[in-house]
């Protein structure tokens, strides 16, 4: 979690699932320095995935975050939930992104181009 592009990646998935091309296409980087940072977030726990045919969905996973907020107020939490959700307000609302912009992404991969 001390990567700022992790740490960009959380926020990212703070709002909704996120395709994995949609993550590529938002922070500019290539597939496999996305790929390497989804699978630290992985294997910490706080990241899961969800395979739909030839895509895979990433989103937050709850369950470490119900552990890491055991005890604590839910007053507090509400509070820091409500700057979350004003941040996020700003995503765009959409649970998953159209198939489009994989599809895109995609052909220009098989085409030689670099994504």
């Given at each position: 979690?001390?990567d700022?592009?992790?740490?960009?990646i959380l926020?990212?998935?703070?709002?909704?699932?996120?395709?994995?091309?949609?993550?590529?296409?938002?922070?500019?980087?290539?597939?496999?320095?996305?790929?390497h940072?989804?699978?630290?977030?992985?294997?910490?726990?706080?990241?899961?995935?969800?395979?739909?045919?030839?895509?895979?969905?990433?989103?937050?996973?709850?369950?470490?975050?119900e552990?890491?907020?055991?005890?604590?107020?839910?007053?507090?939490?509400?509070?820091?939930?409500?700057?979350?959700?004003?941040?996020?307000?700003?995503?765009?609302?959409?649970?998953?992104?159209a198939?489009?912009?994989?599809?895109?992404l995609?052909?220009?991969?098989?085409?030689?181009?670099?994504?």
């Amino acid at each position: 979690m001390g990567d700022e592009t992790r740490l960009t990646i959380l926020e990212m998935l703070g709002g909704r699932e996120m395709c994995v091309c949609e993550i590529i296409d938002r922070l500019g980087m290539s597939q496999p320095a996305v790929s390497h940072h989804l699978k630290v977030l992985k294997q910490a726990g706080i990241v899961k995935d969800c395979r739909e045919g030839k895509w895979i969905y990433y989103s937050l996973n709850p369950a470490v975050f119900e552990r890491v907020f055991t005890g604590i107020d839910s007053e507090i939490i509400q509070c820091y939930a409500e700057s979350l959700k004003r941040k996020l307000s700003e995503l765009p609302s959409d649970k998953r992104t159209a198939s489009s912009l994989c599809e895109k992404l995609s052909s220009r991969e098989n085409k030689g181009g670099t994504v």
